[in-house]
């Protein structure tokens, strides 16, 4: 089960990679506009962050392309940028068909944007190397998301498909352990959704308990 950091901002992305031991990073336009710099000169930067490492970043390209060469022509434009980047294409009809076309050149895609089962299935179907269900904005709109999660995964294991499934959006602890169930490869989060995670009052009250005792006895 690898975790992914959801940000394109560099310092937490480093700050990630020390701590949390990520696999991989994805960005999208509104992480990339918040890390506040042109889109080429924040992409550059992540890339020589993660440069000689096995991280994969997925980059996504300009989200008003209609058309799947477009797509693909960007994608591998990214791509180029280096061998860390994988291309989001959303799952519209020219997102998946442009699967197939960065396929043919090379390019590995993660179809971005997947609010149902059969999204999934077609990209798998595809060839891509990632498919993204967006948990948190379906939970937002009162949807059970649980299941997309187990029926993309059992999909995946019936046919063997070898696209990895990013849980995306996940907004607590909670749906990180619901997606390490469910059989889900990867998980990816904004960092405060890992740090809130990870902390929990018992283990400091613990820890407090035992720097008292600590204290009251000699080291020697
Ligand atoms: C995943 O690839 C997406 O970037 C991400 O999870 C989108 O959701 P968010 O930005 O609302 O967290």
Redesign the pocket.
Known sequence: MKFFL?SARPDEIRYAMDFLGIAGV???P??VQAAGKPFLTTLGEIARLVEGSPLTV?VEVNPHHEQAEAMAAEGEKLAALSPNFVI?LPATEAGFKAIGLLKGRGVRA?L?LVFSAVQALQAMRLGAFYV?P?I??KEANGEPTLQLVEEIVAIRDQYGFATEI?V???RNGRQIVEAAVAGADIV???LAVYQEALDHPYTRDGLRKFQQFWDQTPYE
Request: charged residues 15%; glycine residues 10%; without cysteine.
């Open positions: 959801d994805t960005t999208n509104r992480h997925s989001k993660n971005t993204s967006f948190g904005w990013i995306a959006a996940v990816t989060a904004g």
